[in-house]
């Protein structure tokens, strides 16, 4: 019965009202106010410290910044092999494997379309029957996103949506969760000779996906994208040459910080067909670590 309270609830809540107010709050500098949040997310969520740069959580300006925290050097080691693709984020596996077409395992027993998640048929040829993997990041997990290999950012776009959990429970009941929750989609080309250019198909794909109250997403070159008080999906990719001229600021390397959730959510990475295999050993419920391989190229990249 609480389970099935908290899906109705989801369903009625005003998702976005509600991640303003909590937006507000996590970036309040009220020492009493961040403290009091601080304090109590730790007692509940018993995050991991030790490997932060700053270990001390009340030593945080406000509790956004707690929550996007930096970790020391070396926190995560990056497997450096050019073949292997890294998980971008600490986490859970939600879903890992094979696109049937266009086709991807939300939860057991339950899919939906790639067109759906992409909002548009644009890339669909390209990623059909590729690889995905549906990376779970909890409250208590460190919440800077990286590159999963290298790769140059040539187009991006913010598709609004709902703010429903990205839980367990709620991937098991809410029908195209992934794809009716508000997200920004980027897809990079493999080689720097792409940087500032808008690619029609990209090498791969990195979707960030909202959740309730998660009503802050950022990229590096676009800083806050949501919240916006404009929820109609747009093209992101303007600054991309601004960003690549005389700087390569659109290239990074693997491992690099691309982006970070201002809150728990979920990351989609997708890859074409016969380009990457999954590490046989992951699947739903494998804890991860940002830098620790995924899978391996199966040809030049």
């Known amino acids: 019965m609480g389970d099935r309270l908290f899906i109705l609830l989801q369903y009625l809540l ?3 009202f509600l991640s ?3 937006h507000a709050l996590t970036r309040s500098r009220s020492r009493w106010l961040k403290d009091a949040l601080i304090g109590a997310f730790v007692r509940h969520f018993r995050p991991e ?12 300006a406000s509790f956004n910044e707690f929550f996007t925290r930096a970790l020391a050097p070396d926190a995560r080691p990056l497997d450096t092999d050019p073949d292997i693709v890294v998980s971008p984020v600490d986490g859970t596996v939600s879903q890992i ?3 049937d077409g266009t086709t991807l395992v939300q939860a ?12 548009g048929g ?3 040829r390209r990623f059909e029957g590729g690889a995905f993997a549906t990376l779970y990041l909890a409250p208590y997990n460190y919440h800077r996103i990286h590159m999963p290999c290298r790769g140059a950012l040539t187009t991006a776009r913010y598709v609004p949506g709902r703010l429903f959990s990205v839980n367990a429970l709620t991937a098991n009941a809410v029908p195209g969760l992934f794809a009716r929750n508000e997200r920004v989609i980027c897809g990079f080309a493999a080689h720097a000779a792409a940087v500032g250019a808008i690619a029609a198909a990209p090498d791969f ?16 070159w676009h800083g806050d994208i949501t919240p916006t008080r404009s929820r109609t999906a747009r093209d992101l990719s303007a600054p991309l040459a601004r960003a690549s001229q005389g700087t390569g600021a659109a290239e990074l390397s693997k491992g690099e910080e691309m982006g970070r959730f201002n809150m728990g959510s979920t990351v989609i990475l997708l890859y074409p067909r016969d380009v990457l295999a999954w590490l046989p050993a992951l699947g739903p419920g494998a804890r991860i670590r940002m830098g620790q391989a995924l899978g391996r190229l199966r040809g030049p990249w």
Do not use: C
């Not at 410290?49 to 945080?60: I, K, S, V």
């Not at 057991?108 to 909002?119: F, H, I, Q």
């Not at 794909?205 to 590096?220: E, K, N």
């Open 97 to 99: 494997g094979y696109l």
């Open 122 to 124: 644009r890339w669909v």
């Open 14 to 16: 005003p998702h976005h």
């Open 205 to 220: 794909a990195l979707i960030l996906v909202g959740a309730l109250f998660v009503g802050s997403m950022t990229t590096l």
């Open 108 to 119: 057991k027993g339950r899919t939906y379309g790639l067109d759906a998640l992409l909002a």
């Open 49 to 60: 410290m030790r490997d932060a740069l700053q270990p001390d959580p009340h030593r945080y």
């Open 20 to 22: 303003r107010i909590v």
